[in-house]
């Protein structure tokens, strides 16, 4: 059975730093592509950061240059370190798996950061 389940989140003040992590089980981890997403009440999920299997890294424009998406095969752990923290940063973050040109994902539960101003 997939899993994906995050930690990590919480409250903090404008520019304090937070790291999520998502630990994936049931599945082959070092294979997938995995993004960060969030989401604001009434909102579309957003994209905010992409690591490939290979380990490339792509971001979102709105947080370029303050979060970094990193993985450790070894412990089927993806992670978002989030720096330089901005009220507008407050969502629910998922994790999500998949692998391209494969049909299906998997969502983790999701997990609130709130940026107080």
């Known amino acids: 059975q997939v899993q994906l389940v995050e930690s990590g989140g919480g409250l903090v003040q404008a520019g304090g730093s937070l790291r999520l992590s998502c630990a994936a089980s049931?599945?082959?981890?070092?294979?997938?592509?995995m993004n960060w997403y969030r989401q604001t009440p009434g909102n579309q999920r957003e994209l905010v950061a992409t690591?490939?299997?290979?380990?490339?890294?792509n971001y979102a424009d709105s947080v370029k240059g303050r979060f970094t998406i990193s993985r450790d095969n070894a412990k089927n752990t993806v992670y978002l370190q989030m720096n330089s923290l901005k009220p507008e940063d407050t969502a629910v973050y998922y994790c999500k798996a998949y692998s391209p040109g494969v049909t299906g994902f998997y969502w983790g539960q999701g997990i609130q950061v709130t940026v107080s101003s």
């Open positions: 690591i490939t299997s290979g380990g490339s890294t």
């Open positions: 049931g599945m082959t981890f070092s294979t997938k592509t």
